[in-house]
């Protein structure tokens, strides 16, 4: 039996060539699933009050809009009621989403009235795994029935190689569609940069034409720029006068991993700055130790960039975190320097306790830190979270005697700030596969500052 990610992929491409064949009703995305009960149903009762969230039944929406027992899970749930109008304050943000994507002339390209991620990859040829398809790396999927489920993948497979793609065979797209950064024979792009925070006004400075679908993979370096730019680590000025350093900690990486090329563009955006990424996360630790002698893994720095003088000569340079799995900067508190600067993307503080402790020193020794959401609940748990995570940390003895209560105390003169959100311009312009809610939400969808930069005396 063929294994269900072939199959699902098979299924995709003839959708694709029925569609270039110009079939109209193609039907891609598996049947819609119950927001309650999680059973699919060809049909779902939208809830009147937020318009986001699906039942199989009035039966089920009766029951989940109180609190209520979940087969699994201990005590109750509290009951879509407490939530209902904060989810209709999300879908306002619907309209901005949409926009984002329908700058692409790909992304008004849809299948009974949805845009679909992977059909529209497939159209082009870039759904899938493998030196074939670059740094277009698919999900691994399951496919039951008339659903299709989203697993896990191995995330940084192509770091166990011994290099990596040249932009060409990375990209895999027509030379006018690639946003190079390697400028032989090329022209750059002018300097100093001259662009809006859009998608539409960056192509235009990149060169780039909105058919391209390269924003689907630059989103992870953008939205690391924009969050640099929100904690006022972007200079006012065309270029700084004198050569700066950047230490970046970026904490959770997992699918960028196998397109860290794509993290070059940063160099362009931040002239005569050397910027040093640290990546941490599960995935490439477990790349780490599977890694040879000679593949990048093994390097010190696993990817390496500098921008052309004419372009402001900025680098970036990635290193992997050996150690660990995790960052944990208490128990790293004199091992490891502390970093400018804190990234997480997609990083759900509210839902991993391994950020306690980052966002308890960020603010505690006011390190600037930034992450990105999916969606607006994410960020709105976390605006009622962290005053509690950083009351807690003020108890914990270890952390106390680590942090020095002297700077515990300047975290806790913080418990009254509230993280700064709004929608992310550099956000994947393409929506993942939502069969159970219509919450607007994409991949780095939404900005967070956790711990601004101090004022500068």
């Known amino acids: 039996m063929a294994p269900a990610t072939s199959l699902y992929h098979e299924f995709l491409y003839e959708s694709a060539k029925r569609v270039k064949e110009g079939d109209a009703d193609v039907h891609v995305e598996g049947a819609p699933v119950c927001y309650h009960c999680s059973q699919t149903a060809d049909k779902l009762l939208q809830c009147s009050g937020c318009r986001g969230i699906r039942y199989c039944s009035p039966a089920c929406a009766k029951e989940a809009w109180k609190p209520h027992a979940v087969p699994g899970v201990p005590g109750f749930q509290p009951g879509h009621k407490t939530e209902c109008a904060e989810m209709k304050e999300c879908m306002k943000e619907g309209p901005e989403f949409k926009a984002i994507l329908e700058q692409f002339p790909w ?103 909105l058919e391209s679908p390269a924003a689907l993979l630059l989103h992870w370096p953008l939205s690391i720029y924009r969050l640099l730019y929100l904690l006022k680590l972007v200079p006012d000025g065309p270029v700084m006068s004198e050569r700066q350093k950047l230490l970046i900690y970026y904490v959770g990486a997992e699918k960028e991993l196998d397109s860290l090329p794509v993290f070059g563009e940063l160099a362009l955006l931040l002239p005569n700055t050397d910027i040093e990424i640290v990546m941490f996360g599960p995935s490439l630790y477990d790349i780490v130790k599977k890694a040879k002698s000679r593949s990048l893994a093994s390097r010190e720095f696993v990817y390496e960039y500098r921008a052309p003088d004419e372009c402001g000569s900025g680098s970036v340079r990635i290193r992997l975190h050996k150690k660990s799995a995790l960052w944990d900067p208490v128990e790293d508190f004199s091992r490891v320097p502390m970093p400018d600067v804190i990234i997480g993307l997609d990083s759900g503080i509210s839902s991993y306790p391994s950020w306690h402790n980052i966002v308890g020193v960020s603010r505690a020794l006011s390190i600037p830190f930034g992450v990105t959401e999916f969606g607006r609940p994410s960020l709105d748990l976390d605006k009622t979270k962290i005053p509690m995570i950083l009351f807690m940390l003020s108890q914990d003895d270890k952390f106390k005697a680590v942090v020095g209560v002297d700077k515990v105390d300047a975290m806790l003169k913080t418990l009254a700030v509230k993280p700064s959100n709004e929608i992310n311009p550099f956000m994947c312009p393409a929506p993942p596969l939502a069969r159970h809610c219509n919450i607007p939400a994409n991949m780095n969808g939404l900005t967070s500052t956790i711990t601004a930069r101090p004022p500068i005396k």
């Not at 991620?117 to 759904?127: C, F, I, K």
């Not at 995330?155 to 990596?164: D, E, Q, R, V």
């Not at 032989?184 to 925070?197: E, G």
Request: proline share 6%.
């Open 107 to 209: 992304g008004r390209c849809k299948c009974r009235g949805k845009f679909h991620l992977d059909l529209a990859l497939a159209l082009r040829d870039l759904y899938g795994k493998g030196p074939k398809y670059g740094w277009w790396v698919a999900e691994t999927t399951d496919v039951e029935a008339s659903s299709i489920l989203y697993t896990a993948a191995d995330w940084g497979k192509m770091l166990l190689s011994t290099k990596h793609f040249d932009e060409a065979a990375g990209w895999k797209l027509p030379a006018d569609e690639i946003p190079w950064l390697n400028f032989q024979n090329r022209k750059m792009p002018s300097f100093p940069t001259t662009f809006h925070h859009n998608w539409t006004s960056y192509y235009e400075w990149r060169g780039l034409p």
